[in-house]
């Protein structure tokens, strides 16, 4: 199974649900492995990646290219005058589809974030050819986000493995405690699964439902 794991904006959980998914998958057998194509400011989120794979992977296979500038990759290039090197991202990516079984890429911010001047995180998506999967964070502004995201992903022609949704705000307000019922009914389509503050493993019921589609 390979994926591209997107989000509705920054913040939103995608290293938390992709390093939740790579555990899950190579405790089912899989010979899953992540990809970071871009960090900017940290390198952290590569390092939870590759602590989730056990360590099969270096740092720099993961992610290939890094910023010190904790902005947009388009804007960190700029910044420090080293424009993003897209032959390496997709020599990595094409080097790891053909090493492994299956592959997690995760994206950078949302799903409209610039890459170069006119390349942008879905430009990278539609190139790997990956199913995507939306991590829309439970909070007021999500529904606007997400409708947004998806409807782009299905104008491009792209395959939509579905919605994960993260219930990381506390539900005691009118929008956290509606949003997952409105996406479903107005994309007239169940979210994949939700995920919770803390959660450390992902339940075999969740991944079996994302498998299910593949």
Not at 32 to 55: H, I, Q, W, Y
Not at 149 to 172: C, K, Q, S, W, Y
Request: include cysteine; charge should be neutral; hydrophobic fraction near 45%.
């Amino acid at each position: 199974m390979n994926l591209f794991v997107t989000g509705i904006d920054t913040d939103a959980g995608k290293t938390y649900v992709s390093a939740l998914l790579v555990r899950a998958l190579r405790r089912a057998g899989l010979d899953t492995v992540p990809m970071k194509p871009f960090c900017c400011g940290s390198r952290g989120d590569a390092e939870v990646l590759r602590a989730a794979c056990g360590n099969a992977l270096p740092l720099d296979t993961i992610n290939p290219v890094s910023y010190a500038s904790p902005t947009a990759p388009y804007t960190a290039a700029k910044l420090e005058h080293r424009p993003a090197d897209m032959s390496l991202v997709m020599e990595t990516f094409r080097r790891l589809r053909a090493e492994h079984r299956s592959v997690l890429v995760e994206g950078v911010g949302g799903w409209m974030v610039p890459l170069t001047r006119d390349y942008f995180v879905a430009d990278l998506a539609a190139e790997m050819g990956l199913p995507v999967a939306l991590v829309v964070r439970n909070r007021l502004g999500a529904l606007n986000h997400a409708l947004l995201t998806v409807r782009d992903i299905e104008r491009r022609g792209l395959p939509f493995a579905g919605i994960i949704f993260n219930r990381a705000e506390a539900e005691n307000d009118p929008a956290a405690a509606t949003n997952r019922e409105l996406l479903e009914e107005l994309l007239g389509r169940p979210v994949l699964f939700e995920v919770a503050p803390g959660q450390t493993e992902l339940p075999a019921s969740a991944l079996a439902t994302l498998l299910s589609g593949f």
